[in-house]
T-cell receptor
């Protein structure tokens, strides 16, 4: 079983729709959860960052973490063609040991149609 | 601009060539990373440096050789690569670890170097 599972898509939605992305994970020690956006032929850029469970909102973006279900989500409201990209989830644990490693999902490719 | 600059952006090399990828960060960070990104696969961590000291070599073949002369610069020396090594190589940086405890600060990526081995 992969440590982080993410549906690769592709996902195609009309402009203005809500985009829903999610990842599941197996390591209950994960405490930090991130979403990265990667445009074609570019490096990933940090989009959202949450610690532990709960919701976080930033403009049109909402990140949710449900640690009891080991499930994280990213919602994009009023989607725009400029939101077309690959979205990567990433997570890490906080331990006394050398655990700075991020575990990534494979990424979901999203296309927003004008 | 992410503050992490990688050169070259594209590289084509033969299996007998020797080349290097360069990374420079302008964020004042003290930890730097090399990741490999292949199609439809999660990012794979290759090497980690913290205050110029290598703290991670994630079972990477010896044909990849990292070098970190200072906290702002990171190199990946390549020699006798295989076609399956063709991928996007991403450099990243983050604040340093303190007492080997990860503070949870996230990392910042460069735009990557596209490598094709022929």
């Amino acid at each position: 079983q992969k440590e982080v599972e993410q549906d690769p898509g592709p996902l195609s939605v009309p402009e203005g729709a809500i985009v829903s992305l999610n990842c599941t994970y197996s390591n209950s020690a994960f405490q930090y959860f991130m979403w990265y956006r990667q445009y074609s032929r570019k490096g990933p850029e940090l989009l959202m960052y949450t610690y532990s469970s709960g919701n976080k909102e930033d403009g049109r973006f909402t990140a949710q973490v449900d640690k009891s279900s080991k499930y994280i989500s990213l919602f994009i409201r009023d989607s725009q063609p400029s939101d077309s990209a690959t979205y990567l989830c990433a997570m890490s644990a906080e331990t006394p040991f050398n655990d700075y490693k991020l575990s990534f999902g494979a990424g979901t490719t999203v296309t927003v149609r004008a | 601009e992410t503050g992490v600059t990688q050169t070259p952006r594209h590289l084509v090399m033969g299996m007998t060539n020797k080349k290097s990828l360069k990374c420079e960060q302008h964020l004042g960070h003290n930890a730097m990373y090399w990741y490999k990104q292949s199609a439809k696969k999660p990012l794979e961590l290759m090497f980690v440096y913290n205050f110029k000291e290598q703290t991670e070599n994630n079972s990477v073949p010896s044909r990849f050789s990292p070098e970190c002369p200072n906290s702002s610069h990171l190199f990946l020396h390549l020699h006798t690569l295989q076609p399956e090594d063709s991928a996007l190589y991403l450099c990243a940086s983050s604040p340093a670890f303190v007492d080997r405890i990860y503070s949870g600060n996230t990392i910042y990526f460069g735009e990557g170097s596209w490598l094709t081995v022929v």
